[in-house]
Each structure stands twice: as structure tokens, then as C-alpha cells.
Nanobody
Framework: QGQLVESGGGLVQAGGSLRLSCAAS????????MGWFRQAPGKEREFVAA????????RYADSVKGRFTISRDNAKNTVYLQMNSLKPEDTAVYYC????????????????WGQGTQVTVSS
């Protein structure tokens, strides 16, 4: 089984954009549902977005709907999270995760996790 490596985090002003990437190494996740979660200091890790293996179905948390877009390129073994109109409350460590199950917002279905990438949105 491979590993997931996130990148693309950083510091951005409110209203700005970032694109996170999650690359699989040492294996392929093309047949997996892929999700993004985030964890702010002192808070539980929460669901952000997910996409099915074929990319034809997506799901978003209400807090990011209309601002974030999840996509995947199975040929590159990479999943993306385009984040627009960022708000200070989006500040968190963002994690990529893989699930063998159908699309879900529940952490328990995701068994492979990346190390996370920090996103900080200043006001």
C-alpha cells in the first residue's frame, strides 16, 4: 500500500485562493474514494470534501460548499482541493485520506492518511 503526501498549503489573506495537492507514492489509489479533512487547533478533525474513484460524484461540507472544489487525476495519482474565497475560519491542517468504501464524510471509513499541510488564512 502506498502513502499520501499533501502539498500546497501556506499563508493567504482572506478572500484569496490556494490549491492543495495529494500525491500517492509507492502505490496507486485510483480505485479508492478520496477525501479531504481538516483540523483546527483544539478542534476535532472534520470532513471537508470527497470524490469517488471515477471522479463522477463529489460531496462537500456545508461550510465549504460553493467555495471549494475537489478533483482527481488518476493518471497522475493525485487529488486536488481548490480553495477559493478563503476565510480565517478555514485555517487548519488539511489532510488527504483514502477509503475503499463508497463516498462518505465519516473519518472511520478512511484508513490511509497523509501527514497534513497547514493552511493559514489571515484577516
Amino acid at each position: 500500500q502506498g502513502q499520501l503526501v499533501e502539498s500546497g498549503g501556506g499563508l493567504v489573506q482572506a478572500g484569496g485562493s490556494l490549491r492543495l495537492s495529494c500525491a500517492a507514492s509507492g502505490g496507486t489509489f485510483s480505485g479508492y474514494t478520496m477525501g479531504w479533512f481538516r483540523q483546527a487547533p483544539g478542534k476535532e478533525r472534520e470532513f471537508v470534501a470527497a470524490v469517488t474513484a471515477t471522479g463522477d460524484t463529489t460531496r462537500y461540507a456545508d461550510s465549504v460548499k460553493g467555495r471549494f472544489t475537489i478533483s482527481r487525476d488518476n493518471a497522475k495519482n493525485t487529488v486536488y482541493l481548490q480553495m477559493n474565497s478563503l476565510k480565517p475560519e478555514d485555517t487548519a491542517v488539511y489532510y488527504c485520506a483514502a477509503s475503499v468504501w463508497t463516498i462518505s464524510s465519516s473519518r472511520s471509513y478512511y484508513k490511509v492518511w497523509g501527514q497534513g499541510t497547514q493552511v493559514t488564512v489571515s484577516s
